[in-house]
């Protein structure tokens, strides 16, 4: 081979060799750590770039940890990062609990951090506490007038409750409970409109906030308005359902009525239609009175005068109304 190539394959070689040394070999960042006053050895910077973690994030982190008054060893750092983690908000978080006197270990923020939270948002939370309107709630006096309350529920991050503690929504529901609560038991709603601290002061006192990742402050009633009238409402709908009711029970009575009448009609006619069965028995029990000799002629005749005399009686004794309007 020709010794310039030769030659030229040894630098490269070199070089390769010298940048793979530098790549495990970060004799930069442990140069810094010594300047910063932290004690991490080159051997466990080295494993680290094994174990695939990224050297300069955990120097970078026990620096600024370091220089914000905090101890933390390399193995902390390195362990919550292969869990998965984000180092850089659990620094931050801890270093502004820190400065806001807010007592968080290093243990509690990792297990926020793992849980799924933003622990530097809820340190940031505590800190600066947050306002959280709840939608409009209705609820009815016992009155019968219908209230519909709007509030405003001042809260701050609980860091001991952050992990398996509920949220925002068991805040709001709670906090709507105690409302109709309230406002339910209240006698007059006109009490309710003139003093809406009682309102505050009686769902602050039932502790809403237990078990939740929060802090309750303050409950301020923000807005009431007057609803419906629900009583009235209830009332007028009470008594349309009692007309409803009677009218189908004087229904049910006329249509009974009906059918009585209907019956009595059917034995009308069926008392009607024996009486005429019975008169026409007559004529053949008069033809049997003359066979048997029980019935005379004369008695035929007499009995013959005796209704022409009753049915000229009864023509007599009717009115007569057309001949007494034409002599009007």
Known sequence: MDPGISLILII??????????LYLLPVNLWFTAQLSNVKISLLNLVLMRLRKVPPSLVTNAMIISSKAGLRLTSNEIET?????????????????????????????????DL??????????????PQVINTPPVAAVAKDGIQLIAKA?????ANINQLVGGAG????????????VTTIGSAVDHKAVLENPDGISKTVLSK?????????ILSIDIADID????????????????????????AEERRAMAVATEQEMRSKAQEARAKVIEAESQVPLA??????????GIMDYYKMQNIQSDTEMRGSIAKPQGGSNKDKS
């Open 286 to 295: 008069m033809a049997e009175a003359f066979r048997n000799g029980n019935l």
């Open 12 to 21: 490269v070689g070199g070089v390769v060799a010298f940048f793979l040394l």
């Open 226 to 249: 007057i609803g419906e009238n629900v009583g009235a409402k209830l009332q007028t709908d009470q008594a349309e359902a009692d007309l409803k009711v009677a009218n189908a029970r």
């Open 115 to 128: 849980a799924g939270r933003d622990v530097f948002d809820a340190v940031q939370l505590s800190v600066n």
């Open 207 to 215: 502790g809403l906030d237990s078990g939740t990742a929060f802090e």
């Open 80 to 112: 919550h990062y292969l869990a998965g983690g984000n180092v850089n908000k659990v620094i931050k978080a801890l270093i502004s609990a820190d400065k806001a006197n807010i007592p968080l270990d290093f243990k509690l923020a990792t297990a926020i």
């Open 168 to 179: 925002e929504e068991t805040i709001l529901a709670r906090v709507g409970e105690g409302i």
């Open 152 to 156: 405003r529920v001042t809260v701050r």
